[in-house]
């Protein structure tokens, strides 16, 4: 696979957004059936994959976060509620210029982790969706999903220009994808409710992210100023702007200690919670193990010679790390 056509494209400006991979044709569009809601929902994984671990499958496997019933407090935490309801597509991604990042001696260069990235959509389709049942327990039941996956790269370091960018460009496949010939109908014993599968649906994107990047997300050092990261979080959370969500796996994180994590759950600040809604930003379990394992590590692990690198990561990854010698000592 050759993405260097891809990687020069976003760098030189010449595109916002490269799809390199995608599980079908129609994507971010159901496979071989219409898609009949107004909206469409999308998960973002963004992140360094460096490589990818399990981590980022078990993250990426996750569903949506059911609504609060009425009456429920807003105090409780979003994994509480129980769901079934998932994502209509999912979406991993690569920046190609990151705030905090840049490429070391040593790391994998954008073309390979582009590689693992569509190796790691190619183990997402088959995996079972993880059910967020309480916010106290590993979230061990799942439910099927479809194969509904795509690898992008942008050339954006924020989260909050992810999100623009991102809608932008979903905007603009999907109307193209309906304005195509290939768009399935929906039954005519659909009612009058459904009337709007005539039209593009709506995409509704929700970042995907652990506790380490979610402290980062909410840290005035990441901005010009306290006043212009209101404004960018009120561009990206709030319901008449972005309408972004989050969704935070809670991570045994290196570099961030734990009292920052907790406070990241638990003291968000008031004026986020002024703009968005309760079920914008939800804390999740993606699993006792997964929870810790972490790229950095698998780094190290293969520098020293352990082995127990290939227990962090899948099959398909560790079999490319391996043939491709990445992260070994020279």
């Not at 905007?171 to 005519?188: C, E, F, N, T, V």
């Not at 960018?232 to 796996?249: K, M, V």
């Amino acid at each position: 696979m050759a993405f260097s056509s891809f990687l020069h494209r976003i760098q030189r400006g010449l595109s916002s957004v490269e799809l390199i991979h995608t599980s079908h044709p129609r994507w971010p569009l159901p496979p071989g059936r219409p898609h009949i809601s107004p909206t469409i929902q999308v998960s973002v994984l963004d992140s360094s994959f460096n490589p990818p671990t399990l981590a980022h499958l078990a993250l990426a496997s996750i569903v949506r976060p059911s609504p609060l019933s009425p009456g429920s407090s807003a105090d409780i935490p979003i994994a509480a509620h129980p769901s079934t309801v998932d994502f209509d597509a999912r979406l991993l991604l690569l920046s190609v210029r990151n705030a905090d990042k840049q490429l070391k001696p040593g790391d994998a260069t954008y073309e390979q982790r582009m590689e693992m990235m569509v190796l790691l959509a190619q183990d997402l389709a088959p995996t079972p969706s993880r059910v967020l049942h309480t916010a106290h327990t590993t979230p061990l039941e799942s439910i099927a999903h479809e194969s509904n996956v795509a690898v992008a790269i942008i050339d954006e370091p924020t989260f909050v220009g992810k999100s623009a960018l991102l809608l932008d460009f979903l905007h603009k496949r999907i109307s193209d994808l309906y304005s195509g010939d290939d768009i399935i109908p929906a039954p005519q014993s659909l009612s009058l409710r459904d009337s709007t599968s005539t039209q593009p649906p709506s995409p509704k994107l929700t970042f995907l992210m652990g506790t380490d990047t979610i402290v980062r997300f909410f840290a005035a050092r990441y901005y010009a100023s306290e006043g212009a990261m209101q404004t960018a979080l009120h561009r990206f959370l709030s319901p008449a702007e972005n309408d972004s969500r989050i969704i935070c796996a809670r991570r045994v994180s290196r570099g961030v200690s734990r009292e920052e994590e907790e406070k990241a759950e638990t003291q968000l600040p008031d004026f986020v919670r002024d703009v968005a809604p309760a079920d914008h930003i939800a804390f999740v379990y993606i699993g006792e193990k997964e929870c810790a394992y972490s790229s950095s590590e698998v780094r190290e692990k293969i520098a020293k010679g352990d082995e127990s690198w290939r227990t962090m990561v899948t099959p398909r990854v560790a079999a490319y790390v391996e043939e491709h010698m990445l992260y070994s000592p020279a």
